[in-house]
């Protein structure tokens, strides 16, 4: 099932430099993780915005949520979902 | 170039049944002729709304400006477009 | 899987009495069956407004779009989606 | 008497952990009593979001208004109410 | 029990002035009868809009939904519902 | 001459207890005093929310003011004024 | 007592042209009258707009009231009110 | 003096085939005039709208509501003003 | 040249008492002065809120950023500039 | 390709002196190099707002995204990106 996925991060302004480097290290590994899994299926930076484009391929709204409340950013962004269904102009629907 | 593309369509109350046929049959040509020369790369339904998010993948803003301008359905649409770049967490980015 | 669904109605105000009786009875009867086959979990009145909050529990995105999508009234609906997931606090979740 | 309760939570960037966990330990217990009593009556969690959406079956206003003021987490949330009423085209309302 | 609601009425631009006349009748009468029985607490316009505050002291939400549901300016209103509760500094709560 | 007034409040999360205990017992005695003087007519608590809906009967805009301004919780308030009128649907109205 | 208003106008696409100079000249007329009168201090366009900004000078609401509905344009306006009080930084404030 | 003037076009469902192509084309000389005469410095399109983004560089306040009240599709826009000033990052500041 | 400006305060809640006191009295020294001047027309209190209504009557556009940048509290201001012309109905138009 | 730019500034409240001053200081300085080389084409003070209105001539959504990304002001502004393409009725195009 698919999913579009808009987050837009905010760091607060005195973050610790260290702890805001780990957690934007920590950040791009689960993403890796998640992209390498199939389940993270498109990430694009939205242009001149802190934020994101993502689409992601998983198997019901528990798993979304599961992997979404887990990303090291959570504390700091606000998430858009919505859900995505095959249009009836698709290549793909025949 | 990348784009992310919102579409919501309003058809009027009482639009004529053949103008909307016929139109609904043009947008969906359109948007097939689109697919296969690989400019609109992905087109979803979003659930439960008369609506649709879409990746361009064009040479530029005024090509993608072209290709919304002459959507059959254009003049019932409200639109919105999100420029994308690449995420550095995108594995493709290394 | 569970999603509420928020729908908003707007009759256009010169709509055909017969057309109207008719369309408010099919979609009666539509989600009717729904409710019996167990897809259309809930569905409440919010008061003064012309609106429902409803709770489905569908298979995927695709069935909640194929749902609402042939609602009778969809053409005169402003409809919301919001995917839910079990709530740590809920007791269900032990 | 029922009503449809959204809650969303924003905890303070540097809140302290130990009144952090106490807070919510509270707060679930607090949700599990109401649970029990069969005034909190439905509990979810909107996917990708700190929030939830919760359906209260209470005796009045003033009783609605009492369990949320002291809900723990209130200090921290934004909290929307609509209050519901029985929709015509519910199964039980024959 | 109390609820503040606030009307905004948008009657449309080519209503038959009879149906006109006879509606807006019908509402006053209609908020007279209601106001006689202690249902209807308060009515006020509001400055500069077609518009009213008013207060409303029903027996619970389906009540309040039945009032104004039927209110013969129903189908032009737009409607805001605020479930209300006693306040601890109103001098009535000691 | 009457208004409706939304008071909104938001205290700051780090405020010392001392300071909001006597805070708000001010903002108690001072709403008191204005409802014996017969200015501050009404007051509800909006149900979920940190917010009363009141209905002042003064003088004029220049005694609104005073009286708003110099509200205890003033500076952690958010504030809505509707100026009211005479309905003529009111029963009062003849 | 000061009010600023702010009036938007809004004519419906299909206006008849005798009903439109028609309104037009009773609007200018009415407002011509109360300016004389001194109750509408001052009339201002917002540039690129079909608006007024307006100073009103008038005994209560229930004036301010009576004034606006009966604008000529009225129903075709969406009209914002603004309570105004003397600043202390008013020169005239002393 | 220059002011970045933003509008949006929305032409109604039904309008005349004859009166449309008229107006665009007033509307294109009307434009062409101003930018020959330098008070219209710019206009773009903005992508995928029926919009166009212009700059304005005139004698004052009431050049410009007079040029924008006369354009031929004044009636069918949305108009969104902003004065500007020279930055101090501007080279041409110094 | 004529503007309406909003302006709404919001002072940061921990602000240094001895820096609030000297910063209001140069607020008002400054605006004082422009009023002598005749740049800064009128000033009213918006009723019930830290925000005040102006009009200000200047050479141009340059000019009016000038004043509001150097506004005392214009680091805590939130302003909103509306440019003004003429409005035909204004007795002084003839 | 054209890019209209809109950004608004918001410093820390209690930003250290020093470093506003050097962040303002590379900040312009950054936009020197940038006017110098063609891709900043415009930029314009927002009259009475801490904002610009920029125009950007770049070579694709990349090359936008990398030049607002290294912004030294980006982590205190709001940004909002509008496409643009050739406007019909610019006289350049004929």
């Keep these: 099932m698919l999913y579009a996925v808009r987050m837009d991060v905010a760091l607060p302004p005195g973050m610790d430099s260290d702890v805001r480097t780990d957690t934007l290290a920590r950040e791009k590994a ?7 899994a199939g389940e993270w ?6 242009v001149g915005q802190y934020s994101n484009l993502s689409i992601f391929d998983v198997a019901d709204n528990e798993r979304l949520h599961e992997i979404l ?3 090291p ?3 700091y962004m606000t998430i858009d979902v ?10 793909a629907a025949g």
Excluded: E, K
């Design 69 to 71: 409340w887990n990303l």
């Design 41 to 46: 299926v498109s990430i694009w930076r939205c």
């Design 30 to 36: 689960y993403s890796h993780d998640l992209q390498r």
């Design 82 to 91: 919505t859900p995505l269904a095959q249009h009836p102009s698709d290549l």
């Design 73 to 75: 950013l959570f504390p």
